[in-house]
C-alpha cells in the first residue's frame, strides 16, 4: 500500500515562512504528479499548487508568488515552500499522488497555523 507522509507543518507568525515535505513510499514517484490541497475550518478541500511527472507547475491564485511546489525523484518527496504567509493560509494541508487514471494517493495531513 502506497504511504504519504506530510511534514513541516507548525506555528508561524504572518510574514513567516514554512516548507513542507510530502515523503512517498511503495510508488514510482517519478510517475504520478503531485498536488497540496488545504482545508481550513468549515471550508471546502482547495487545491493549492500541482507539478506534473514533466514538472509543470499550476497555483491557486491566493498563493501564487508566495508558495511554490518543487519534487525531488530521487528522494521521493515532494515540496511546498510557503513565504509570506498570512493568517488565511491556516489549513491542514494534504499532499496527494495521481497517477491517473488508475492510481489516487493522499496523506494524513499536516497543520499550518499562522498567527496575526
Known amino acids: 500500500q502506497a504511504q504519504l507522509v506530510e511534514s513541516g507543518g507548525g506555528l508561524v507568525q504572518a510574514g513567516g515562512s514554512l516548507r513542507l515535505s510530502c515523503a512517498a513510499s511503495?510508488?514510482?514517484?517519478?510517475?504520478?504528479?503531485i498536488t497540496w490541497y488545504r482545508q481550513a475550518p468549515g471550508k471546502q478541500r482547495e487545491l493549492v499548487a500541482s507539478i506534473t511527472v514533466g514538472g509543470s507547475t499550476n497555483y491557486a491564485d491566493s498563493v501564487q508568488g508566495r508558495f511554490t511546489i518543487s519534487r525531488d525523484n530521487a528522494k521521493n518527496t515532494g515540496y511546498l515552500e510557503m513565504n509570506s504567509l498570512k493568517p488565511e493560509d491556516t489549513a491542514v494541508y494534504y499532499c496527494s499522488a495521481d497517477f491517473k487514471p488508475l492510481f489516487h494517493y493522499w496523506g494524513q495531513g499536516t497543520q499550518v497555523t499562522v498567527s496575526s
Open positions: 511503495r510508488i514510482v514517484f517519478s510517475l504520478y504528479d
